[in-house]
């Protein structure tokens, strides 16, 4: 369990009691100052901005650790775009019929990890931060809960360098799994979620549903699993994941998701429609996806959603009566596109 999660259920409190007036200026503020950006890469040397929503132009990666593809996706996008040509859409095909209530934001992975020995106990996943947090009152209270709803999380939240991360196997909502040398059947047609992935990776028959996205498919002691609370409970036990040996011949597609964190207006949306402003994210502290050996020697992939000053935008003529942003960074300039206003009926 992320620290996403554990903001949208609740368990990291804000410094001060609920005030939805307040909060609901301080989410409108931030939303004026800041434009969201996803940048991703296999490292945090190499980001680079991505497409997000674009199916079609999923983030490759080639290193000397993973092998594959990341897609990000944000409900109601309305940030910056790598590529000028690309605006963000008016709605990803991945939130279609409904899947919003389930998930506000995506990061999926799709392909193959490197390594010498590598266990399902070595790959952890999660949340690491450059800086000390500003935590509340009696956040060891807090972290005690943490730890109780997620018994294989790895929880450092007082260090100059905070992270909260568990195993990559035991943590994400959907996983999928294919050896090497088998493949799914031919397909007549491919659906428009994950079109590059399905026409490239080849997974096998049932590693993605009918829509196109990553379905639960892992087998569990020879039997083919498609429940991901078994899997995951399976994984809670060190001697599971350290038996099970990641083989860089074999391909997993996992689908991180939450339907608390809002990052497109940077505030959380808890089930009892109570919407608090996101904390550890503004302008300062990227909110940071990493997955890296339990050692930190090496990091697979890396996915941070960054809040970019207004500032650094500025709006351009309409096409399609859609207002244009343009963004000016490093010396050139980029036309990003907004989306019509989020949360739209689907």
């Known amino acids: 369990m992320m620290l996403g999660n554990l903001f949208g259920a609740g368990l990291i409190p804000s410094q001060n009691m609920y005030d939805p007036m307040t909060s609901q200026r301080l989410i409108l503020q931030r939303n004026a100052n800041f434009v969201l950006r996803v940048r991703a890469g296999p490292d945090m040397a190499n980001l680079q901005t991505i497409d997000v929503n674009y199916e079609r132009t999923p983030l490759k990666i080639d290193s000397r650790y993973f092998k594959g593809y990341i897609t990000v996706r944000v409900f109601g996008f309305n940030g910056l775009m790598a590529d000028p040509c690309h605006p963000p859409p008016a709605q990803a095909e991945y939130f279609a019929n409904g899947f919003s209530r389930k998930a506000l934001y995506s990061i999926q992975m799709v392909g193959q990890f490197h390594g010498h020995n590598l266990t399902a106990d070595d790959i952890m996943f999660g949340n690491y931060f450059d800086q000390r947090l500003p935590l509340p009152p009696f956040s060891g209270l807090f972290e005690w809960f943490m730890k109780r709803m997620d018994r294989t999380l790895a929880l450092d939240m007082k260090s100059d360098n905070p992270s909260a991360t568990s195993p990559l196997l035991s943590t994400v909502q959907k996983l999928s799994y294919w050896k090497g040398d088998l493949h799914g059947s031919e397909r007549s047609s491919v659906p428009e979620v994950n079109n590059k992935v399905l026409r490239e990776m080849l997974p096998i028959d049932g590693a993605f549903d009918e829509e196109g996205r990553v379905a639960e498919y892992f087998p569990i002691k020879d039997t083919l699993n498609k ?96 207002p244009r942003r343009q963004y000016r960074d490093s010396g050139y300039e980029r036309e990003i596109l907004d989306p019509p206003p989020p949360y739209s009926a689907e």
């Open 227 to 322: 429940d991901s609370k078994k899997r995951r409970h399976y994984f809670e036990k060190t001697s599971h994941r350290q038996k099970w040996k990641i083989k860089s011949s074999d391909t997993y597609a996992c689908d991180f998701f939450s339907p608390f964190i809002d990052v497109n207006h940077q505030c959380v949306r808890m089930p009892n429609a109570v919407v608090e402003p996101m904390p550890f994210f503004d302008g300062d502290m990227p909110l940071r996806y990493e997955c890296r050996t339990r050692d930190g020697r090496h990091t697979f992939f890396v996915v941070q959603f960054e809040l970019i000053p207004a500032s650094r935008t500025r709006p351009l003529s309409s096409i399609q009566n859609r």
